[in-house]
């Protein structure tokens, strides 16, 4: 068989601390708005799969919760939900924020790397944030620190180098067929995406530890053919009634708010029109109760 029709398929996994970008990276590679990302650690909660299928080869990307240290039983379940995201891949993409000094946070990360017996790629990342020099001391720093496959230097946010970035990884595929279908682009269920893209809201309005007590249930979905309306109903937990109090805001505006900026979103995501009922309540302490995280399904994937 020639080269040109041999079909390259297989599974990469992003893989990187809380802000590398791994997230921002997976939506400008599939064109479409399909994980969330703010600059609050520990954005991600799903590991989950996103599909690129082009002419000659399909790369599933793997979105990850970034890997740091834990603090309770949702930490101690994304860890582990990244971890296993490294099993049976066909390369592992390190994401190195240039910004920032490489830490024992990234140490830590490229241990795991080592580990992993799949092709592995360096991705320097943010670079639009740093000066030349800087992004390459941040690659001569990373470059002896495992045995990489390829080496990409990338901007997730403007898009520069993300077509070196996707070359690499399709070169790496083993021959393969179509895993999914080609017009697919990830494989969350509807539901959790829509949850998701609430909880982004609330990382992006608020400060502190007010992001990271916050959990979101789509209780009911249902879709109306004949006004192209999908009706959801959400809930948002809180740990303490204190935060739940900053969710809704004086005279309901904070939780307003928040709604409009979801159904912008989900708008666009569902092409339809969205009516978005949110509920705030509190469970307490649910980030220490792994009951309660599993009934999230935080963590949890693939
Ligand atoms: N300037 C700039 N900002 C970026 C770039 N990539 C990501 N960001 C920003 O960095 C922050 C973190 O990005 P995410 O994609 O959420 O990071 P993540 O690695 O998925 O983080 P976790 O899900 O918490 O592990 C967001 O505010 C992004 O907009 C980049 O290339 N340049
Ligand atoms: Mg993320």
Redesign the pocket.
Known sequence: MSDESTFRSGFVTLLGRPNAG??TLLNFIIGKKV?I?SNTAQ??RHRFRAVLTREGFQLVLV?T??LHKPHDALGEELNASALQALDGIDAVAFLLDASKPLGRGDEWVLSHVRACRAAKILVVNKVDLVDESTVSAQREAALPLAKWDAVCTLSAATGEGVEGFIDAAAELLPEGPLWFPADMDTDQPEEVVVAEFIREKILRSFRDEVPHAIGVVVEDMSYVKKSNLMRIYAAIYTEHESQKGIIIGKGGAALKRIGTQAREDLEMFLGSRVYLDLRVKVRKNWRRDLNQIRRFGYGEGL
Do not use: C, E, R
Request: aromatic share 0%; proline share 11%.
């Open positions: 791994k997230s994980a990302t954005t991600t979105d919760p970034g």
